[in-house]
């Protein structure tokens, strides 16, 4: 079935590094891409994402380019902030047409000052 | 604040007791979503509901069943807790059901099963 791979965490950077989190996926068709982000203690919500081939999404800094001949969505940000350290979630949809979700399992991110 | 809330914040109970999870969602939304988290599964669908109708089912135990109601809230209603069903529960609502939606997530309630 569809699913996504996502790196292992967590990542540990200084505030103003460049961020990349890995994200590839497997699905039949061209599925719209989410990244979720998971502040501490709080439930997911939707950073940004990305319906067809070659889209960029972006939010708060963040892009992430749906890459149909890597099959990747990887998620980047030039210069990253304490306030970013959170756990990032790479979804999509379970079946084409479905809106239920599919998760990686999550990659936390721990920004130092 | 997403607008979609939970009740109650944090369960804990005993093996082989059953409990019932509570959401609402975000005012005009017709899909609701359960998801379960648990540090060993990661995040996991477990069914969804569209204006009342069951919609889609995942990795949902049949010890686990929910329902949407004509007010359009949720409960998802799991019984002979186990320990391994401490997890932390989300409820998701959107719009309408389709993969373009934005699902809004609610804080979750944390389950601990002693």
């Known amino acids: 079935g569809d699913s996504v791979t996502q790196m292992e965490g967590p990542v540990t950077l200084s505030e103003e590094a460049f961020l990349t989190i890995n994200c590839t996926y497997t699905a039949t068709g061209y599925p719209s891409l989410f990244w979720y982000v998971q502040y501490p203690g709080e439930g997911l919500q939707l950073l940004l994402k990305?319906?067809?081939?070659?889209d960029k999404g972006s939010n708060k800094g963040f892009e992430a380019t749906y890459r149909k001949e890597t099959t990747s969505f990887h998620l980047e940000k030039g210069s990253v902030q304490v306030s970013d350290s959170a756990v990032y979630f790479c979804?999509?949809?379970?079946?084409?047409?479905?809106?239920?979700?599919?998760f990686g399992k999550g990659t936390m991110l721990l920004v130092s000052p | 604040d997403s607008g979609v809330t939970q009740t109650p914040k944090h369960l804990i109970t005993a093996t082989g007791q059953r409990v019932t999870l509570r959401c609402s969602p975000r005012?005009?939304?017709?899909?609701v979503y359960w998801y379960q988290q648990s540090l060993d599964q990661g995040l996991q669908f477990l069914i969804q509901y569209y204006n009342g109708e069951e919609r889609a089912k995942g990795n949902i135990l049949e010890r686990f069943s929910a329902q949407q109601f004509p007010d359009l809230h949720s409960e998802l209603n799991l019984s002979s807790l186990e320990l391994g069903d401490s997890a932390l529960y989300f409820c998701?609502?959107?719009?309408?059901?389709?993969?373009?939606?934005?699902?809004?997530f609610g804080p979750g309630t944390r389950l601990t099963v002693t």
């Open positions: 998701a609502s959107s719009v309408e059901a389709g993969p373009s939606y934005e699902q809004y």
């Open positions: 005012s005009g939304d017709l899909s």
């Open positions: 990305a319906t067809k081939a070659d």
């Open positions: 979804a999509l949809p379970m079946n084409s047409g479905y809106s239920t979700l599919t």
